[in-house]
């Protein structure tokens, strides 16, 4: 049974796809209940062709990829991902190497040991950022917090894991960036606790 479905979206990636394979197979091991979902999403570099040699490689059984036809925009990448998704809980994260894979498997270990994790929304929370990016997000996060009437910080931080329940609630999903943002908030409105992980 799969009990953790995370979502990369990638978008001209073929030259770390390799790296993020292997870092992926190596923090898994031999467990079977955590699918990772790779979505080419529209990928006009060599991507077809590094994902067809990553998945055939043995060992690769946690691995699945969705195909996007043309790149429609960072949250409709992850939207296919999740709608492909198998798992009892879903998530994503970035494929550019910023986060460790082991951080997903931490982040789901602490969502499964909360009383109620049919009732979180774990997200990821930067730390020991550049001065200038940390006073950029603090800025993101006064606006977006008094736009949405709640306290969002870091909304873009990674990975976010969910119920999957609460997938069914984001009947508008938005296709670019804000997709991390939209997420935090149809959460809150919906009554989920928000936990960190550093």
Not at 15 to 40: C, K, M, Q
Not at 68 to 88: D, M, S, T, W
Not at 96 to 112: N, T
Not at 144 to 157: E, P, Y
Request: proline share 6%; net charge neutral; hydrophobic share 45%.
């Amino acid at each position: 049974m799969t009990r953790l479905s995370i979502v990369l979206p990638c978008y001209n990636e073929a030259e770390t796809l390799p790296s993020l394979f292997a870092r992926f197979a190596e923090a898994l091991g031999d467990r079977t209940d955590l699918e990772v979902i790779f979505v080419n999403n529209g990928s006009t570099d060599d991507s077809v062709a590094v994902f067809a040699r990553e998945i055939a490689k043995p060992g690769r059984a946690f691995a699945r990829v969705v195909n996007v036809e043309k790149n429609q925009g960072y949250g409709f990448g992850i939207v296919a991902g999740l709608r492909a998704a198998r798992g009892e809980f879903i998530g994503w994260t970035h494929a550019d190497s910023q986060y460790d894979p082991k951080i997903v498997i931490e982040g789901f270990a602490r969502l499964l040991e909360a009383p109620e994790p049919t009732r979180l929304f774990l997200q990821g929370q930067r730390v020991q950022r550049p001065l200038f990016d940390a006073f950029f997000t603090t800025g993101m996060s006064v606006v977006a917090s008094l736009m949405l009437g709640t306290r969002v910080d870091d909304a873009n931080a990674q990975p976010k894991l969910f119920p999957r329940a609460l997938f069914a609630q984001m009947t508008q999903p938005p296709h670019d960036f804000s997709l991390d943002l939209y997420a935090l908030f149809i959460a809150r409105r919906c009554g989920y606790a928000l936990v960190r992980l550093p």
